[in-house]
């Protein structure tokens, strides 16, 4: 058995890189800041124009929103929000947050959507083939441990949302916004910045990022897209992004073999499964970045053929990695969006 990985899992496995931060005009200020949040890393630019804020004024508003976040929607914290919906059993009503409320209705949309494959309650599932944090390390679960998990899972049927609360259907379900909440977290962020007059701005949390205005060459946001190979360091493209939302998910760093099979992170929210197409990473391109989350990890667990079907039917904008096994090489594959040609650089 080969495993990759797998005590290091985060959903998010390309790598964005900001390009092309040039000298600032007269007044102005570049404030860089870093730091850690949600289980991985944060890196923002914010571009004041007037040179009105300090760097500790910027990083109070960001350190504020990033504490409100994970208290409404951390699993690693028992007296979150979403902790405190987890422990509830079958049938009761959790009071939460206008914001938890939102990102959960966003969450149902996108299930409904996706064919229900978008699901924020595989986390059972995730556990029981090694990928999450309760049983790390690769393994082969029993038919009748998938069947027990899948009964847990299915957020359409087990989850209602209203305009400030959640009720559960079912004892042993559970949310992990592992793959909406970083996005929210940067959207939130940006938000904050705005408020503070700051409307160039770059923000990013594993992976997921947000732009907006122009970088200091006055120029749209340079973001360098990672190749989606483990063994291969370079840049598939580097598009220009201002205001806009931008995400990729990809499955070449967390998954194990077996007898020659490959198991993927990935899972198939009917079967209970990894997915067994050959698509490697998505990446969706969108308003904010908290779609942008969703939608990159709905569309690498929907596949490029289903997928695009999809994207086409919302007019998202999604660039897909194909494997091709015969030839040893991959396949890039870009929805025809018009509105968000940078994808097809």
């Known amino acids: 058995m080969t495993v990759t990985n797998p005590l290091a899992f985060t959903r998010r496995t390309v790598l964005f890189l900001p390009l092309g931060l040039l000298a600032c005009k007269r007044g102005e200020v570049v404030h860089e800041l870093t730091g850690a949040t949600m289980g991985t890393t944060y890196s923002i630019t914010a571009i004041d124009r007037d040179g ?24 690693w914290d028992a007296a979150s929000e979403i902790s405190r919906f987890n422990a509830a059993g079958a049938g009761e009503t959790i009071s939460v947050s206008p914001e938890l ?9 996108v299930h409904e959507a996706s064919d229900g494959q978008f699901d924020v309650t595989l986390g059972p599932l995730i556990d029981l083939w090694g990928f999450g944090a309760k049983n790390p390390g690769a393994q082969m679960p029993s038919e009748d441990a998938i069947t027990t998990a899948l009964m847990a ?21 559970e949310v992990y916004l592992s793959a909406i909440g970083k996005g929210h977290g940067v959207d939130r962020v940006g938000e904050a910045l705005e408020r503070l007059g700051i409307t160039d701005y770059l923000v990013e949390i594993g992976g997921d990022l947000r732009t907006a205005g122009m970088n200091p060459a006055g120029r749209p ?20 992004l201002s205001n806009m939302g931008l995400a990729t998910s990809g499955d070449y ?11 993927s992170h990935l899972l198939d929210a009917k079967t209970g499964r990894p997915v067994t197409h ?44 194909e494997r091709d096994p015969s ?19």
């Open 221 to 240: 946001w340079q973001i360098g897209i990672e190749v989606p190979d483990a063994t291969t360091e370079g840049l598939q493209s580097v598009v220009g």
């Open 52 to 75: 009105a804020h300090s760097t500790s004024e910027l990083q109070d508003a960001v350190d504020t929103v990033l504490a409100e976040v994970n208290t409404q929607m951390s699993n």
């Open 153 to 173: 899972s299915g957020q359409s049927r087990n989850i209602s949302v209203g305009s400030s609360s959640l009720t559960k259907g079912r004892d042993g379900t």
């Open 101 to 109: 409320a939102h990102v959960m209705k966003a969450a149902q949309d």
């Open 278 to 321: 050959t698509t490697a990473s998505a990446t969706v391109l969108t308003e904010n970045a908290m779609m942008a989350d969703a939608w990159a990890t709905a569309m690498l667990i929907l596949g490029r053929e289903r997928g695009m079907e999809i994207a086409e039917d919302l007019n998202l904008a999604v660039l897909f990695v």
């Open 253 to 263: 760093r967390n998954y194990f073999e077996q007898d020659g099979v490959r198991y």
């Open 327 to 345: 030839a040893s090489e991959l396949k890039f594959i870009a929805t025809p969006n018009a509105r968000y040609s940078a994808l097809q650089a």
